[in-house]
């Protein structure tokens, strides 16, 4: 089962200081560099719908795919309340990143938020990026961000904690990170209290993440491997080169 399946329930809440609007702005002048203002885009890792919604919004229609039910359910729910506002319906379906093939091609393909790094071996990174390259005619547009290595192994992880609540619940969650460097994995193991304030209940959810931090060369030879050039690489959110500052990189690919 995925771990996100439990964690789903909280996501929203614990990440609602995402600014997805300004990401899926950065996500879409991205692919406009490169090709047309898609009107289809497949987003490999869609999570509860953030992203999808703020495409649509802006006239782009997403299907997205998920490994978890619980996630794919709550991205549904959320279109189900948007959807007078929305001017391209999304669709989501439980897929995984590595083996989907929905048998069509989009105008481009996103993996956000760190999808590209849940993808912990060698093949699981070459399947997603086989998964990409499988919806995308030549010259087609993927965007990925990813855990960038020189970054992490420069300022590595630390233990974290986050508190959210709404009008139910509180949440406080505990990061604790451990490195494995002849992985280039880290096991982020979060450690979650829910309260209930109608009536004090509490639950404590315990998952283990782990997560793939990843190099340039090893990026572009997979892609290459897979059909795709490697275009670009920015530190995440900005138009700036990655630097060992930089723990979250994202990459423009086109599929030749
Ligand atoms: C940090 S969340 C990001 C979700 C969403 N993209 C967002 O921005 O909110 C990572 C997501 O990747 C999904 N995921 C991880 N591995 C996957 C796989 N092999 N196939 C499909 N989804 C996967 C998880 O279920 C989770 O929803």
Redesign the pocket.
Same mark, same amino acid.
Request: glycine share 12%; proline share 0%.
């Given at each position: 089962m #995925?771990v $996100?399946n439990l964690y789903?329930a909280y996501?929203d809440l614990l990440?609602r200081d995402?600014d997805?609007a300004q990401?899926t702005d950065y996500v879409a002048g991205l692919i406009a560099e490169t090709s047309r203002p898609p009107r289809e885009l497949l987003?490999?890792?869609?999570?509860?719908g %953030? /992203?999808a919604v703020q495409f649509a919004e802006r006239g782009i229609q997403v299907h997205g795919?998920?490994? #978890?039910a619980d996630?794919v359910q709550r991205a549904s729910d959320r279109i189900g309340r948007a959807r007078t506002a929305l001017e391209a319906l999304p669709s989501f379906e439980q %897929?995984?990143?590595?083996s989907?093939r929905a048998n069509r091609t989009f105008d481009a393909v996103v993996?956000? $938020? /760190?999808?590209a790094s849940?993808?912990t071996s060698n093949a699981?990174q070459d399947e997603?990026f086989g998964t990409a390259r499988a919806h995308l005619c030549a010259a087609g547009v993927f965007v990925f961000d990813f855990w960038y290595g020189p970054a992490v192994l420069t300022d590595r992880p630390r233990h974290v904690t986050k508190q959210a609540e709404d009008e139910h619940i509180e949440v406080s969650r505990e990061t604790t990170p451990t490195m494995f460097v002849n992985d280039n994995c880290v096991d982020v193991r979060f450690d979650v209290h829910v309260r209930s304030k109608s009536d004090q209940r509490s639950q404590r959810i315990v998952e283990n993440h782990r997560m793939r931090y990843l190099f340039l060369p090893e990026i572009e030879q997979r892609l290459g491997a897979s059909r795709f050039r490697l275009l670009r690489a920015y530190a995440w959110m900005s138009r700036l080169p990655l630097s060992d500052r930089s723990w979250y990189g994202c990459v423009v690919a086109q599929a030749c």
């Open positions: #995925s $996100f789903a996501y990440y995402k997805y990401e987003e490999l890792g869609c999570g509860t %953030g /992203h795919i998920d490994l #978890s996630m %897929g995984d990143v590595r989907y993996s956000l $938020f /760190h999808v849940y993808q699981d997603l």
